[in-house]
């Protein structure tokens, strides 16, 4: 993810910030996806799946409209 982000962010001439906005719910969803293989409790994965949404909620109403 952190290639990806310089890729974006060198590459695609995008902000440091409006790029980690768009990587962050898949960020926390990888992290859940971590806990439930690791064997985590069952609230650590809801809580980084329950983060994501919102997340990804800010970066939807953060994107330039068309």
Same mark, same amino acid.
Do not use: N
């Given at each position: 993810? #952190?290639?990806?982000?310089?890729?974006?962010?060198?590459?695609? $001439?995008?902000? &440091? $910030? /409006? =790029?980690?906005?768009?990587?962050?719910? $898949?960020? @926390?969803?990888? @992290?859940?996806?971590?806990?439930? @293989?690791? &064997? &985590? &409790?069952?609230?650590?994965?809801?809580? #980084?799946? *329950? *983060?994501?949404?919102?997340?990804? @909620? =800010? /970066?939807?109403?953060?994107?330039?409209?068309?």
């Amino acid at each position: 993810m #952190a290639l990806e982000w310089l890729v974006l962010t060198r590459g695609r $001439g995008w902000r &440091g $910030g /409006d =790029a980690a906005l768009r990587l962050l719910p $898949g960020a @926390l969803m990888l @992290l859940a996806l971590r806990a439930a @293989l690791t &064997g &985590g &409790g069952w609230p650590w994965i809801a809580l #980084a799946l *329950a *983060a994501s949404f919102p997340a990804h @909620l =800010a /970066d939807i109403a953060r994107r330039p409209r068309r």
